[in-house]
Structures are given as structure tokens and as C-alpha cells.
């Protein structure tokens, strides 16, 4: 398993926490990478936004936001097609798998994967999140029906 994040600011560091991970081993991920993201960046406010994974949802860690007033994006149940994050992943998975490319161990895989997430472009994640305002208002036309974000954000160097 992997966590990613990023913002217009910038990509936050990698995270590989276990395969079942649990509230607490969110909130430990996010205290690792995401808490000196924002310290770095505090001079602009930031909404954060996640799913409703059980993990995500759960009463400690949104305790665990609160306490360090994280401002949450509210989210609709069953709405993956606005998790910008998900056009990342799938342009990370396409460069680290690019010409079937195989790994031999889970280190190899991971070095791979970090390699490409540095490599993402920034025109493309300011692209994805600078969607997020559309992506929203169309699951508003659509009240609250799924969208059709998959693959418009197309990756230029």
C-alpha cells in the first residue's frame, strides 16, 4: 500500500504503511507527511480531502483533524471520480509498469514508484487540482450522480 498527497504547493512525501492499514496508522502518516507540508505552507489556508474510508471517517482521526484544525472537503459517499489523486495514480501506475515492465522484490517496485511520483510534472497536478472546481459543480448538475473525469487530465511535458 501507498499514500500520496499534493497540492499546488507542491507533491508531499511518500508514505508505505502496511497493507490493512488502521486509524491510527493513517493519523501516523499523516503526522509524517502531511503536518510538515502544512507547516511549510501555512501562509495559504488548505482544505484536505479524503474519502470515506472507515479509516478516513472514523472518530479518532477526525478528532485527530480537528485537533490540528485541518479543514475537510465534505465528500459524497461513492464519488471516486473527484479524487484527483486517483488521475495520479493511474499516470503513476502507466510509468512504473510502462513496456511491462516486472519487479522482482517490493523494494524494486517501491524505488520505482518513488522515482515516478517524483518525475510527475506540476503543470499536471496544478491541472488536477485547478479540475476540482469543475468536478464539483458537475456533481452538483448531476445531483450528486457520477461524473466523467476519468482520463480528461491529459499529461504534457
Not at 509524517?32 to 489556508?45: G, K, M
Not at 480531502?49 to 472537503?73: C, G, M, V, Y
Not at 519487479?103 to 517501491?110: E, G, I, M, N, R
Request: charged share 20%; aromatic share 10%; glycine share 2%.
Amino acid at each position: 500500500m501507498s499514500w500520496a498527497a499534493f497540492s499546488t504547493r507542491g507533491k508531499l512525501q511518500l508514505a508505505f504503511p502496511s497493507t490493512r492499514m488502521n486509524s491510527e496508522e493513517y493519523q501516523e502518516v499523516l503526522e509524517a507527511c502531511l503536518i510538515p507540508f502544512l507547516e511549510e505552507h501555512d501562509e495559504i489556508p488548505h482544505i484536505f480531502q479524503h474519502d470515506n474510508a472507515s479509516i478516513h471517517a472514523s472518530a479518532s482521526t477526525k478528532q485527530w483533524l480537528a485537533d490540528r484544525d485541518i479543514n475537510i472537503l465534505s465528500w459524497p459517499a461513492c464519488s471516486p471520480d473527484l479524487n484527483v489523486l486517483e488521475n495520479a495514480w493511474g499516470m503513476l501506475a502507466r510509468r512504473v509498469y510502462a513496456n511491462n515492465r516486472q519487479f522482482q522484490t517490493v523494494a524494486h517496485l517501491k524505488m520505482a514508484v518513488i522515482e515516478a511520483w517524483n518525475e510527475l510534472d506540476m503543470n499536471y497536478i496544478n491541472r488536477l487540482v485547478e479540475s476540482v472546481p469543475d468536478r464539483l459543480f458537475q456533481l452538483i448538475q448531476r445531483n450528486g450522480s457520477s461524473i466523467d473525469y476519468y482520463g480528461r487530465i491529459v499529461m504534457t511535458r
